[in-house]
């Protein structure tokens, strides 16, 4: 009788119509939920969106305080993920962490603050890893947005991408639907939906990047903002699969409950998270002025110009500090060019 008993539970997990049941994330929502979760949304994007253009148009140190107020929240529900109460020794310091580790950079030195930020993996794989990516999305957003002449346009380059891409992937794939881009990590999501996001990514790049050019071959610029779109686009969703990915392993459908219609912090940054640091990488190839999609491959070794021409600064050397030539990039490379004259 227990083996029979064992046989019948296992035949009933495995049956199609109980796992929707018992999963929430796999269950098909109905178009009045679809809708009404819609309506969420839009109401809670009408609400953030101002104040985080104002974060974005301001910068300096408002961008600072709010990017570590958002990374406090970020680590507070990882903390949850991670089944670790936030006052304990191992709460505290995955609560603490990402954020010193970007008050180092941005006061003292970004080599420290990354050295700082490297050091959290010690704390083991679930722990340490949350303090690694949501630390290096922080740090990414605000070296972003702190780059010489360039910092706002490819602070709004990366927003309105990320923005566009998780919009007209909802919105395709609700109308559309179809098969499934991931079953296992995500069953809401479909592949009609992620090529609407994708779309939608290149459409906000070229957008963004023919506006940017000022009439300076402006069809170069939109090609470049297509590609850069793209790549950001590709970012965003596998910052949004990641994210489901590790939900999904924690058994929770939910990170959190803040933004209605959202869920949590991680439910709606997922994308951002994803983007932001690959946008940083690429604005070590660029010279000051330049957005991040302007990014000389040549730099990254990837084309050869076959030119003997001496790199431009603003690259990898002055980004992590390494030669006293960052003096010259933003008045005092140790603080951030913004940051220093803010405070002056």
Not at 72 to 92: N, T, Y
Not at 183 to 210: C, D, E, F, H, W
Not at 311 to 326: Q, V
């Amino acid at each position: 009788m227990p083996a029979a008993n064992a046989a019948s539970g296992r035949a009933l997990a495995e049956n199609p119509a109980i796992r929707r049941a018992v999963i929430p994330d796999a269950a098909p929502a109905t178009t009045a939920g679809s809708w009404r979760d819609l309506r969420l949304r839009l109401i809670s994007a009408a609400v953030l969106a101002p104040l985080g253009l104002l974060c974005l148009i301001d910068g300096g140190w408002i961008l600072v305080a709010v990017t570590l107020l958002m990374m406090v929240g970020l680590a507070w529900e990882w903390a949850g993920l991670a089944r670790v109460r936030p006052v304990s020794p191992a709460g505290i310091a995955l609560l603490v962490w990402p954020g010193a580790s970007l008050l180092l950079a941005v006061t003292y030195d970004w080599m420290a603050g990354l050295r700082l930020l490297a050091a959290g993996c010690l704390l083991g794989p679930m722990r340490g890893g949350g303090i690694l990516v949501i630390g290096a999305a922080g740090l990414s957003l605000i070296r972003l947005s702190d780059f010489p002449g360039a910092g706002a346009a490819s602070l709004l380059f990366v927003v309105l991408v990320v923005w566009s891409s998780d919009s007209l992937a909802y919105l395709v794939g609700r109308a559309i639907g179809g098969a499934k881009l991931a079953p296992r990590i995500s069953p809401g999501k479909t592949r009609s939906g992620a090529a609407g996001g994708l779309l939608g990514a290149m459409l906000a790049g070229a957008l963004v990047a023919g506006l940017a050019s000022h009439g300076a071959s402006p069809g170069s610029g939109i090609l470049r903002g297509l590609l850069f779109g793209g790549l950001l686009g590709i970012a965003a969703q596998a910052g949004d699969l990641a994210e489901s990915a590790l939900k999904r392993r924690c058994g929770v459908k939910d990170s959190g409950r803040l933004i209605p219609g959202h869920g949590g912090l991680l439910d709606r940054l997922d994308g951002l998270i994803g983007a932001v640091p690959v946008a940083a990488l690429l604005s070590l190839g660029c010279a000051p002025g330049q957005g991040f999609w302007q990014v000389r491959l040549s730099q990254f070794g990837l084309v050869d110009t076959g030119s003997a021409e001496a790199p431009p600064a603003g690259r990898l050397e002055s980004w992590l500090n390494l030669t006293p030539a960052t003096a010259a990039l933003d008045n005092g490379a140790r603080s951030g060019r913004s940051l220093r004259n803010t405070s002056e």
